[in-house]
């Protein structure tokens, strides 16, 4: 249903000329079968900036392929305080993780305004039992998840304040570079980042105070800057190091393909 915060596109685009389409679910399927895989889209929408796309234990309707913006997926305490996930970013699926009550395990909520392309859940089960390479693909796109949610475990209880830091805004760099190029200014070394020092301590469990004091610390040692929605990188050796990050995590899970590659 289509509300105030959410407008159906009239013109959406064109699922053989997508530009995440490498990115994205669909990325193994052949050009010939694209037309058919576009008749289980039933719209793509536009939603403003921190809105709910689907809340935590709700039953799903839709699946989403992320064309444009930002998205953060969470899980909320009783005791109210949040953890975020994961920044889902263009050509990331959203909403087909279930828990055993075939409900919604966290909620997703737009960071930016944000463009989607929404599957009826059912249509995504029958996709991906008559397709292969979508089967294939959505298992390729798990597998990197689970990896990056093991370094995220690793990163919350074994690293040290600045090496958090240091850790997710790395990762945001090198996944913004790949996913969402055109919010990459390679002069300046520098990314779009509408991530707020209370989002990055939902990410990584500090306190706005004390990421407030890591990001002055990595300034202050010339390492980045995180300002005006912009983190501009000026010592990325170093960066790495601290960070201790593998790239490894974010390298495309198939046979064949270099591993080895940042890019």
Known sequence: MVTATQARLRNPVDCEHCRV?????????RPEQLREIARYREQQMRLRAHRQLF????????????????VALYKTLDNGKRQILKIALPGDFLGFQLGNDGLHTHGA?????????????????EMVSK?????????????????????????????DAREKIAHICLETYYRVRRQSPEDYDPKRNAIFFPLTQEYLGDMV??????????????????????HNRRLTIHNEERLIHIAQFDFNTLAPISPGRNIDARF
Not at 21 to 29: M, P, W
Not at 57 to 69: C, D, E, M, V
Not at 109 to 117: F, K, S, Y
Not at 134 to 143: D, F, K, Q
């Open 21 to 29: 389409r490498d990115q994205a679910l669909f990325c193994g399927v």
């Open 55 to 70: 809340q935590e234990k709700s039953r799903p309707l839709h699946a989403y392929t992320l064309f444009q913006g930002w």
């Open 109 to 125: 909520e737009t960071l930016t305004q944000a463009t989607l392309c929404a599957f009826p859940f059912d249509k995504v089960l």
């Open 131 to 159: 397709q292969p390479a979508i089967a294939t693909r959505l298992c390729e796109m798990s597998v990197r998840d689970i990896s990056m949610c093991h370094e995220h475990l690793i990163c919350a209880t074994k690293k």
């Open 205 to 226: 469990g500090l306190t706005n105070v004390h990421v407030n004091r890591m990001l002055k610390k990595l300034a202050a040692d010339r390492v980045l800057t995180c």
